[in-house]
Nanobody, 127 residues
Framework: QVKLVESGGGLVQAGGSLRLSCAAS????????MGWFRQAPGKEREFVAA????????DYTDSVKGRFTISRDKAKNTVYLQMNMLKPEDTAVYYC????????????????????WGQGTQVTVSS
């Protein structure tokens, strides 16, 4: 069973930055892709960013392109989401997710692709 722990959320003013971290612990796979999703109040959980096992391939939802950057440190089993130029509409609970994969350069961009989820971290952007 893979355990995921997110951190780094908080309250920030519009235009500010936050860096989220997600550490995968206990039983991790030999190779796995990771992603970030978010869920705002009253809305469905949506895709934000994804990264391949190698870290060479990434994907972003259009609304965060140019502002958010996903990266990973395989040695630490950790994925990061650097969020810059934050907007009030970025306010949500952010979740990281993991799935085992045999394709080291592939990323996954839908909820159904992932097997394991963290508990989430709140990000609030004030106007």
């Amino acid at each position: 069973q893979v355990k995921l722990v997110e951190s780094g959320g908080g309250l920030v003013q519009a235009g500010g930055s936050l860096r989220l971290s997600c550490a995968a612990s206990e039983h991790t796979f030999s190779s796995y892709a990771m992603g970030w999703f978010r869920q705002a109040p009253g809305k469905e959980r949506e895709f934000v960013a994804a990264i391949s096992w190698t870290g060479s391939n990434t994907d972003y939802t259009d609304s965060v392109k140019g502002r958010f950057t996903i990266s990973r440190d395989k040695a630490k089993n950790t994925v990061y989401l650097q969020m810059n130029m934050l907007k009030p509409e970025d306010t949500a609970v952010y979740y990281c997710a993991v799935r085992e994969t045999a394709f080291s350069r592939r990323y996954y961009s839908t909820l159904q692709d992932y097997n394991y989820w963290g508990q989430g971290t709140q990000v609030t952007v004030s106007s």
